[in-house]
């Protein structure tokens, strides 16, 4: 396969120190502070939102963060810590008996939602964003709910309750879930979530043990939206019982993957992604008929197929793959641009793909992979784009094939230095022009597929185009990298200057 990009040229210079690298786009659920999260609590009993003089005391009648602290889980009726962040990995929580892991495996940190007494008490987290499924396509999220009382003592409507929305900035409901006890609701689809009470501490605790929750995010591109999570602790509002829920939320990108077979005579073993409530799998040979409802199904050797997934929130998505042997092939794009103060925009585009190892033709799907900076910070984002510092950076694309055990990993070395303000790898038989341009790019040695542009936020825009030119008159001034898709499947990153 011809290879899209050249090596940035090394240059000489004694080695600097690495700094973190802050990975624009990714989801910062933990920062309670933020100017796009917001905070509230209130009270309520009965599931009444108000008091005996009509005031309004739901979970978003005031607006603040009560933090007392991981260990505060609001013991002998103290108000407790009603939003609270959890970064020790190898906590467990109180109340199950240290049972529950109060960070999920392959987590750095959860949010805790509630407290244990004073059940009147409710609250809840809104996050504000912008959805760009170029970088990532799904919300993967992680919750538990933990009782004190309700397991033995409410019927299910009236426990412990978590309750998820999307919304749209004027508070209008694009979906909801609601976790109740032992029931889960969600609006466009049938389903519930199967949840078991686990007992902790005594026999009145019980806990959920942390459940995926899968949203497809492509309904929703470009749109600015509220992710809001609410808690209720107990519908009867006891003083002396009450509960709480842990989670925690990242981008992702939805993927078959295939999992060790070392027969494979029969077929290969492929799963999909976790957090769905449905998932149906349909053979080419016979479209109409459902293959199996499993989450990892055996595929027969050499089939073609498809597998439907369908979201809480009614949302559905297709994947399509082949049953045979895959090798996978890692490839990157990336350009660099200086935004002063010793500071860079580092772009990056994954190129990797599958191959069939019997004919070597390509797969139209791509399985596990992952990007290392600097040996050290991980990132499951398809298209990261990084601010980080002048110096020395490795960049690595690890990309696997599960059934075949075949692994595949490129690692380049690039020096940012504000002496070297423009720092772009592209495809040399592409070229744009002029640059800087006002209105319009004309793009010789392709045809266009698709454009985008990423400001220096990390924000990606989708430009006009012909097969041959690029209408740039709608971007602000300032300094982007183009990122071309062109018609024969190359991509292409080149830095524009926008006047």
């Known amino acids: 396969m011809k290879k899209i990009v050249s090596l940035l040229s090394i240059v000489l210079m004694s080695l600097f120190s690495m700094q973190a690298q802050t990975i624009i786009g990714r989801f910062n659920y933990d920062s309670l502070h933020a100017s796009n999260v917001l905070c509230t609590y209130g009270n309520y009993r009965e599931f009444n939102n108000y008091d005996t003089n009509g005031n309004f005391q739901g979970p978003y009648a005031n607006i603040g963060v009560i933090d007392n602290g991981p260990n505060d889980y609001g013991w002998h009726n103290h108000t407790g810590s009603r939003h609270t962040i959890h970064t020790d990995t190898a906590a467990r929580d109180t109340t199950s008996n240290f049972k529950l892991r109060c960070i999920p495996l392959g987590s750095s940190s959860a949010v805790r939602l509630g407290s244990l007494y004073e059940a009147y008490r409710c609250q809840a987290i809104a996050y504000n964003f912008t959805v760009d499924t170029t970088q990532n396509d799904m919300l993967a999220i992680n ?8 397991t033995n003592l409410h019927p299910a409507t009236k426990r412990e309750r978590l309750y998820l929305e999307l919304l749209d900035t004027s508070g209008n409901q694009y979906g909801y879930l609601d976790m109740t006890g ?42 600015n939206i509220i992710l809001r999570f609410t808690t209720f602790s107990c519908g009867q509002g006891g003083d002396n019982h009450g509960g709480y829920s842990y989670y925690t939320v990242n981008y992702h990108n939805s993927s078959l993957v295939t999992l060790p077979n070392p027969a494979m005579s029969n077929g290969i073993v492929f799963r999909a992604p976790e957090g769905y409530m ?41 994947f399509r793959s082949k049953s045979v042997p895959r090798r996978p092939h890692s490839d990157f794009a990336y350009s660099a641009e200086s935004i002063g103060n010793n500071t860079f925009i580092l772009s990056l585009t994954n190129l990797a793909q599958l191959f069939d190892t019997s004919d070597n033709t390509s797969l139209p799907d791509l399985e596990d992979f992952h990007w290392i900076f600097d040996t050290n910070s991980l990132c499951y984002q398809r298209n990261p ?20 055990g075949l692994s595949d990993t490129l690692t380049r070395t690039i020096y940012l230095s504000s002496e070297n303000v423009t720092i772009t790898a592209q495809n040399t038989e592409i070229k744009i022009f002029p640059n ?55 991509t292409a990153v080149s830095r524009l200057v926008k006047k």
């Open 436 to 490: 800087p341009a006002t209105d319009r790019v004309t793009v010789e040695g392709c045809h266009i597929d698709n454009v985008y542009a990423i400001d220096i936020s990390g924000r990606t825009i989708a430009v006009p185009h012909t097969a041959f030119d690029i209408n740039v008159s709608g971007l602000p001034k300032g300094i982007y990298a183009l990122r071309i898709a062109t018609s024969d499947g190359r």
């Open 143 to 150: 919750a538990t709910l933990v009782s004190g009382g309700e």
């Open 385 to 404: 784009v990084i601010e980080t510092s002048q110096g020395w950076h490795t960049v690595s694309l690890v990309t696997n094939s599960g059934s075949t």
């Open 278 to 318: 449905k998932y149906e799998w349909f053979l080419d040979s016979a479209p109409s008929d459902v293959f199996d409802s499993a989450q990892s199904v055996t595929i027969p050797a050499g089939a073609s197929f498809s597998c439907q997934v369908t979201d809480y929130f009614g949302n559905t998505r297709t």
């Open 182 to 223: 032992n029931i889960s609701r969600s609006s466009g689809s049938s389903g519930y979530l199967n949840f078991a009470w686990d007992t902790g501490a005594n026999s009145y605790c019980g806990f959920h043990d942390w459940t995926p929750i899968n949203l497809d995010l492509r309904p929703y591109h470009g749109k």
